[in-house]
T-cell receptor, first 113, second 115 residues
Framework: EAQVTQNPRYLITVTGKKLTVTCSQN?????MSWYRQDPGLGLRQIYY???????DKGDVPEGYKVSRKEKRNFPLILESPSPNQTSLYFC????????????FGPGTRLTVT | AQSVAQPEDQVNVAEGNPLTVKCTYS??????LFWYVQYPNRGLQFLLK??????LVKGSYGFEAEFNKSQTSFHLKKPSALVSDSALYFC?????????????FGTGTRLKVLA
Protein backbone atom coordinates (compact mmCIF):
# COMPACT_ATOMS: atom_id res chain seq x y z
CA GLU A 1 0.00 0.00 0.00
CA ALA A 2 1.28 3.44 -0.97
CA GLN A 3 1.73 5.45 2.18
CA VAL A 4 3.65 7.89 4.33
CA THR A 5 4.49 6.51 7.74
CA GLN A 6 5.59 8.39 10.84
CA ASN A 7 7.01 7.12 14.11
CA PRO A 8 6.26 7.48 16.88
CA ARG A 9 2.61 8.46 16.67
CA TYR A 10 2.59 9.82 20.21
CA LEU A 11 5.49 11.08 22.27
CA ILE A 12 5.75 12.77 25.64
CA THR A 13 9.21 14.04 26.51
CA VAL A 14 10.99 16.54 28.71
CA THR A 15 12.63 19.82 27.85
CA GLY A 16 16.09 19.42 26.39
CA LYS A 17 16.01 15.71 25.62
CA LYS A 18 16.93 15.21 21.98
CA LEU A 19 14.40 13.34 19.88
CA THR A 20 13.85 12.22 16.30
CA VAL A 21 10.56 11.69 14.53
CA THR A 22 10.96 9.42 11.53
CA CYS A 23 9.13 9.75 8.23
CA SER A 24 9.22 7.26 5.41
CA GLN A 25 7.40 7.00 2.08
CA ASN A 26 7.23 4.02 -0.27
CA UNK A 27 6.12 5.89 -3.40
CA UNK A 28 9.53 7.01 -4.70
CA UNK A 29 8.46 10.61 -4.16
CA UNK A 30 10.90 13.38 -4.87
CA UNK A 31 9.55 16.03 -2.50
CA MET A 32 9.13 15.62 1.25
CA SER A 33 8.12 18.09 3.91
CA TRP A 34 7.40 18.56 7.60
CA TYR A 35 4.55 20.62 9.03
CA ARG A 36 3.27 21.43 12.46
CA GLN A 37 -0.41 21.97 13.20
CA ASP A 38 -1.46 24.21 16.06
CA PRO A 39 -4.97 25.41 16.97
CA GLY A 40 -5.76 28.72 15.35
CA LEU A 41 -2.55 28.70 13.33
CA GLY A 42 -3.33 25.98 10.81
CA LEU A 43 -0.41 24.14 9.24
CA ARG A 44 3.00 25.73 9.08
CA GLN A 45 5.85 24.32 7.07
CA ILE A 46 9.03 23.57 9.00
CA TYR A 47 11.42 22.19 6.36
CA TYR A 48 11.16 20.62 2.97
CA UNK A 49 13.37 18.59 0.68
CA UNK A 50 13.38 18.62 -3.11
CA UNK A 51 15.53 15.49 -3.37
CA UNK A 52 18.32 13.58 -1.66
CA UNK A 53 20.72 15.95 0.11
CA UNK A 54 18.64 19.01 -0.91
CA UNK A 55 16.68 20.69 1.86
CA ASP A 56 15.38 24.18 2.57
CA LYS A 57 13.65 26.07 5.34
CA GLY A 58 9.94 26.55 5.57
CA ASP A 59 8.26 29.23 7.61
CA VAL A 60 9.10 27.94 11.11
CA PRO A 61 12.48 26.12 11.01
CA GLU A 62 13.87 27.38 14.33
CA GLY A 63 14.61 24.57 16.77
CA TYR A 64 14.40 21.82 14.15
CA LYS A 65 16.83 19.96 11.92
CA VAL A 66 16.28 17.61 9.02
CA SER A 67 18.31 15.41 6.74
CA ARG A 68 17.60 13.56 3.50
CA LYS A 69 20.21 10.89 3.03
CA GLU A 70 17.89 8.48 1.25
CA LYS A 71 14.97 9.28 -1.01
CA ARG A 72 12.41 7.46 1.12
CA ASN A 73 13.32 8.90 4.55
CA PHE A 74 13.10 12.40 5.95
CA PRO A 75 13.58 12.47 9.74
CA LEU A 76 12.78 15.52 11.87
CA ILE A 77 15.23 16.16 14.69
CA LEU A 78 14.60 18.28 17.77
CA GLU A 79 18.00 18.66 19.39
CA SER A 80 16.75 20.46 22.51
CA PRO A 81 12.95 20.38 22.60
CA SER A 82 11.08 23.12 24.42
CA PRO A 83 7.42 23.32 25.50
CA ASN A 84 6.58 25.64 22.59
CA GLN A 85 7.34 22.72 20.27
CA THR A 86 4.39 20.81 21.70
CA SER A 87 2.31 20.26 18.59
CA LEU A 88 0.90 17.84 16.05
CA TYR A 89 3.47 17.11 13.36
CA PHE A 90 2.81 15.89 9.85
CA CYS A 91 5.17 14.57 7.25
CA UNK A 92 4.11 14.80 3.61
CA UNK A 93 5.49 13.79 0.24
CA UNK A 94 4.87 14.61 -3.40
CA UNK A 95 5.84 12.71 -6.54
CA UNK A 96 7.53 15.72 -8.08
CA UNK A 97 8.73 18.90 -6.48
CA UNK A 98 6.83 21.10 -8.90
CA UNK A 99 3.48 19.27 -8.79
CA UNK A 100 2.35 20.17 -5.34
CA UNK A 101 -0.17 17.46 -4.56
CA UNK A 102 1.05 16.14 -1.23
CA UNK A 103 0.32 12.88 0.56
CA PHE A 104 0.28 13.23 4.33
CA GLY A 105 1.28 10.84 7.06
CA PRO A 106 -1.00 10.12 10.03
CA GLY A 107 0.67 12.64 12.33
CA THR A 108 2.81 12.58 15.45
CA ARG A 109 1.48 14.21 18.58
CA LEU A 110 4.40 15.56 20.58
CA THR A 111 4.17 16.91 24.11
CA VAL A 112 7.22 18.57 25.68
CA THR A 113 6.97 19.14 29.43
CA ALA B 1 5.50 37.27 0.95
CA GLN B 2 2.94 34.58 0.41
CA SER B 3 -0.18 34.35 2.54
CA VAL B 4 -3.51 32.58 2.63
CA ALA B 5 -6.66 33.67 4.43
CA GLN B 6 -9.62 31.51 5.32
CA PRO B 7 -11.94 34.11 6.81
CA GLU B 8 -14.41 31.69 8.39
CA ASP B 9 -13.44 29.47 11.29
CA GLN B 10 -16.60 27.45 10.83
CA VAL B 11 -19.26 27.03 8.18
CA ASN B 12 -22.59 25.38 8.91
CA VAL B 13 -24.79 24.10 6.11
CA ALA B 14 -27.83 21.85 5.92
CA GLU B 15 -27.48 18.52 4.18
CA GLY B 16 -28.45 18.80 0.53
CA ASN B 17 -27.71 22.51 0.35
CA PRO B 18 -24.78 23.95 -1.60
CA LEU B 19 -21.67 24.76 0.36
CA THR B 20 -18.87 27.26 -0.07
CA VAL B 21 -15.64 27.47 1.90
CA LYS B 22 -13.74 30.66 1.21
CA CYS B 23 -10.05 31.18 0.53
CA THR B 24 -8.13 34.24 -0.56
CA TYR B 25 -4.42 34.39 -1.22
CA SER B 26 -1.57 36.80 -1.71
CA UNK B 27 1.52 36.04 -3.78
CA UNK B 28 3.83 38.25 -5.76
CA UNK B 29 3.97 35.89 -8.72
CA UNK B 30 1.67 33.19 -10.07
CA UNK B 31 -0.05 30.88 -7.60
CA UNK B 32 -0.43 27.16 -7.39
CA LEU B 33 -3.52 26.64 -5.20
CA PHE B 34 -4.71 23.58 -3.31
CA TRP B 35 -7.50 22.34 -1.10
CA TYR B 36 -7.04 19.61 1.49
CA VAL B 37 -9.47 17.97 3.90
CA GLN B 38 -8.72 16.61 7.35
CA TYR B 39 -11.02 14.16 9.08
CA PRO B 40 -10.75 13.69 12.87
CA ASN B 41 -7.49 12.07 13.97
CA ARG B 42 -6.26 11.74 10.40
CA GLY B 43 -3.69 13.35 8.16
CA LEU B 44 -4.69 15.72 5.40
CA GLN B 45 -6.06 14.41 2.12
CA PHE B 46 -5.67 16.21 -1.19
CA LEU B 47 -8.94 17.37 -2.78
CA LEU B 48 -8.01 19.46 -5.81
CA LYS B 49 -5.53 21.93 -7.24
CA UNK B 50 -5.24 24.80 -9.65
CA UNK B 51 -2.01 25.02 -11.61
CA UNK B 52 -3.00 26.62 -14.88
CA UNK B 53 -5.76 26.52 -17.47
CA UNK B 54 -9.48 26.34 -16.75
CA UNK B 55 -10.45 28.48 -13.76
CA LEU B 56 -12.96 25.88 -12.57
CA VAL B 57 -11.26 22.78 -11.25
CA LYS B 58 -13.01 19.60 -10.19
CA GLY B 59 -11.71 17.33 -7.50
CA SER B 60 -12.51 14.40 -5.27
CA TYR B 61 -15.87 13.67 -3.63
CA GLY B 62 -17.79 16.08 -5.88
CA PHE B 63 -15.89 19.18 -4.77
CA GLU B 64 -14.87 21.94 -7.14
CA ALA B 65 -13.13 25.28 -6.81
CA GLU B 66 -12.98 28.42 -8.88
CA PHE B 67 -9.80 30.36 -9.37
CA ASN B 68 -10.48 34.10 -9.59
CA LYS B 69 -7.32 36.04 -10.34
CA SER B 70 -8.84 39.51 -10.02
CA GLN B 71 -10.25 38.73 -6.57
CA THR B 72 -7.28 36.54 -5.62
CA SER B 73 -9.70 33.88 -4.43
CA PHE B 74 -10.01 30.12 -4.68
CA HIS B 75 -13.29 29.18 -3.01
CA LEU B 76 -14.21 25.55 -2.50
CA LYS B 77 -17.73 24.54 -3.50
CA LYS B 78 -20.04 21.58 -3.63
CA PRO B 79 -23.57 21.63 -5.08
CA SER B 80 -25.12 19.37 -2.45
CA ALA B 81 -23.53 18.83 0.95
CA LEU B 82 -23.41 15.49 2.74
CA VAL B 83 -23.12 14.90 6.49
CA SER B 84 -19.95 12.95 5.70
CA ASP B 85 -18.40 16.17 4.29
CA SER B 86 -18.11 17.48 7.86
CA ALA B 87 -14.38 17.98 8.41
CA LEU B 88 -11.62 20.58 8.58
CA TYR B 89 -10.67 22.13 5.25
CA PHE B 90 -7.37 23.80 4.41
CA CYS B 91 -6.44 26.02 1.51
CA UNK B 92 -2.77 26.22 0.50
CA UNK B 93 -0.69 28.24 -1.94
CA UNK B 94 2.75 28.16 -3.49
CA UNK B 95 4.18 31.15 -5.31
CA UNK B 96 5.53 29.67 -8.53
CA UNK B 97 7.80 32.65 -9.13
CA UNK B 98 9.28 32.79 -5.62
CA UNK B 99 12.23 30.54 -6.39
CA UNK B 100 11.29 28.31 -3.46
CA UNK B 101 9.12 25.24 -3.02
CA UNK B 102 7.55 26.50 0.16
CA UNK B 103 3.83 26.02 0.83
CA UNK B 104 1.64 28.29 2.90
CA PHE B 105 -1.52 26.88 4.44
CA GLY B 106 -4.51 28.73 5.79
CA THR B 107 -5.75 28.37 9.34
CA GLY B 108 -8.49 25.98 8.31
CA THR B 109 -12.29 26.11 8.15
CA ARG B 110 -14.42 23.61 10.00
CA LEU B 111 -17.38 22.52 7.93
CA LYS B 112 -20.41 21.16 9.73
CA VAL B 113 -23.14 19.63 7.62
CA LEU B 114 -26.35 19.29 9.59
CA ALA B 115 -28.78 16.45 8.93
Amino acid sequence: EAQVTQNPRYLITVTGKKLTVTCSQNMNHEYMSWYRQDPGLGLRQIYYSMNVEVTDKGDVPEGYKVSRKEKRNFPLILESPSPNQTSLYFCASSLRTDLGEQYFGPGTRLTVT
Amino acid sequence: AQSVAQPEDQVNVAEGNPLTVKCTYSVSGNPYLFWYVQYPNRGLQFLLKYITGDNLVKGSYGFEAEFNKSQTSFHLKKPSALVSDSALYFCAVRDVNSGTYKYIFGTGTRLKVLA
